[in-house]
């Protein structure tokens, strides 16, 4: 079998000192109730949240709250073998759960000037108070779908689809010309 890890990170033409890549990582997409929900925060060790647009976070682990029903799980890639404690956890209950580790990539903005440089392509308020360290939700930049996520007051992690990270790191650089 060959070892896809090195495309799991695209090249990003426009890394800055306020644009980063994140090592890849092992994501699932899980899909269940409450008792779903509830079976994947202990497999997982994370607070799975049950409050809207929330992530919870344990060490290197994260779990996103997409929708009622859905959240992004996150942890390293050397935790891929997860996935088993994952599924055995869950198998008394009806629930999906997909491993979208090939489709994702995960890129951070950080720096003074990050919420301004998300808001040239983002409709979402970014402010602090209206977007909170913690927040996370499934917005667009620009024409990427991504999940926006809070990770300080000005460090904001995307996760995108591999295929639009190049395109969302050069629209970023193009945007950050006209901020200084």
């Given amino acids: 079998m060959r070892n896809l890890s090195a495309a799991r990170t695209p090249a990003l033409i426009s890394e800055s000192p306020w644009l980063r890549s994140l090592p890849a990582a092992c994501r699932w997409v899980l899909r269940g109730g409450e ?9 997982l060790g ?26 992004l799980l996150i942890a390293p890639l050397t935790q891929s073998d997860l996935a088993t404690g994952l599924e055995r956890a869950l198998s008394p209950w009806p629930h999906s759960l997909v491993d979208v580790s090939h489709r994702q990539a995960a890129l951070v903005v950080h720096g003074a000037a990050a919420a301004t440089l998300l808001a040239s392509g983002c409709p979402l308020n970014l402010e602090a108070a209206a977007f909170p360290v913690g927040m996370c939700t499934r917005t667009m930049l620009a024409k990427a ?36």
């Fill in 145 to 180: 779908e991504v999940v926006l996520w809070r990770l300080g007051a000005c460090e904001f992690r995307i996760e995108v689809w591999r295929s639009f990270a190049p395109y969302v790191s050069h629209y970023l650089a193009e945007a950050a010309r006209g901020i200084n």
């Fill in 35 to 43: 008792e779903v929900r509830a079976a994947a925060e202990g497999a």
């Fill in 46 to 71: 994370v607070g799975v949240p049950a409050q809207a647009c929330r992530a919870g976070v344990a060490g290197e682990r994260a779990a996103l709250w997409l929708g009622p029903d859905e959240w």
